[in-house]
């Protein structure tokens, strides 16, 4: 099922700390801007669904005969649970695999739930390694958020992936075969991807978003995530499945390379006049993206891409982010 196309991925591989630091800290999850439609279960086809939780984070759920994939596990323990409320719903079948496609809590801290089912935990080697790393951080800056949302911060464990692969992992479920890959840093070191071919469907994580404006603080590379959205959109699939906002087509991918190319070659060409950053993230409004979720954080994107292009570091990943 696999052929020589897909075998041929391969990896591609402070000034202003305490600003930055202080900046970090204050940015809200990904799942603070509320306001969408509620969590529903969508079919992509006949074994094949996808968890659209627009004011959360979604998931993925492969169902077959012989046993179930999730991919992404939830922000929060008892988000897990309602998740596996929801399967149980379409199948009794165990949960034997839980991917991880990336470091950000609300992608992994439902772990524990799923370990409970007895699923085998999986992600990239980088993103595990940033993980076990960087989780309390990212667990602190979600506390606000689940508080809010009534849920615990204290049941919240990391529970770390139980097994991790390098370019690509093939799982076989019931006769059929999808394919874990990671060609190179997206919007994070280590975002992998979970093809899903006899659906035509890709798992995105958070390097497409439809009609969002991405966090930019943790990718070490805007043309490197360009080059991989690239791969992305010439895959043979029809159907993109972000780790947030609804289903994506083709078209989203042009749209995403847009929105990272214009903020990049704006921000190289004020500071190439030598614009300070404060002026900056005044002159910079970029308005035809005002009707994209999170545009309201327009000016921390521009900070972000200030720091990177100052340092040629990712703003979030302090202790760094190469797997050393
Ligand atoms: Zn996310």
Same mark, same amino acid.
């Given at each position: 099922?696999? /052929? ?16 930055? *630091? ?21 079919? %992509? ?5 996808? +968890? ?9 759920? +492969? ?6 994939? *999730? ?6 323990? #008892? ?5 596996? /409320? ?30 409970? &089912? ?8 980088? #993103? ?7 989780? &309390? ?32 992992? *093939? %799982? ?66 029809? *159907? ?71 340092? /040629? ?12």
């Amino acid at each position: 099922m696999f /052929g020589a196309t897909t075998r041929r991925l391969v990896l591609c591989a402070a000034f202003c700390v305490g600003l930055c *630091v202080a900046a970090v800290w204050s940015a809200p999850p990904a799942s603070a801007q509320r306001g969408g439609p509620p969590a529903q279960m969508k079919t %992509i086809a006949d074994d094949l669904y996808f +968890w659209f939780d627009y004011d959360g984070t979604n998931s993925i759920i +492969w169902a077959t005969s012989e046993g179930v994939m *999730v991919v992404d596990t939830q922000p929060h323990p #008892a988000q897990a649970r309602r998740l596996i /409320g929801e399967i149980r719903k379409i199948t009794d079948k165990p949960i034997k695999w839980a991917i991880n496609t990336q470091v950000h809590g609300d992608h992994f801290l439902g772990n524990s739930e799923f370990k409970k &089912e007895g699923a085998t935990i999986v992600a990239n080697a980088h #993103a595990k390694y940033l993980m076990e790393r960087y989780w &309390e951080k990212d667990l602190k800056r979600r506390v606000p958020g689940f508080e809010k949302a009534g849920l615990d911060p204290k049941e919240v464990s990391f529970v770390a992936p139980d097994k991790t692969f390098e370019d690509e992992l *093939v %799982i076989e479920m019931a006769g059929r075969k999808v394919r874990l890959f990671y060609p190179g840093p997206g919007q994070d070191p280590g975002c992998a991807y979970v093809h899903f071919p006899h659906a035509k469907a890709v798992a995105t994580s958070g390097s497409l978003t439809p009609k969002s404006v991405s966090n930019l603080m943790y990718t070490p590379s805007i043309d490197g995530w360009v080059k991989v959205l690239r791969q992305l959109q010439g895959m043979d699939v029809d *159907v993109y499945l972000p780790g947030h906002g609804d289903l994506g087509k083709k078209s989203d991918i042009d749209d995403a390379v847009g929105f990272l190319t214009t903020l990049q070659s704006e921000v190289k060409a004020a500071r190439a006049k030598g614009v300070p950053l404060a002026e900056a993230q005044k002159s910079l409004t970029f308005p035809a993206y005002k009707d994209w979720r999170n545009y309201g954080r327009m000016a921390d994107y521009v900070r972000n891409l200030y720091v990177l292009e100052e340092t /040629g570091k990712p703003e979030y990943w302090t202790q760094g982010w190469e797997r050393k």
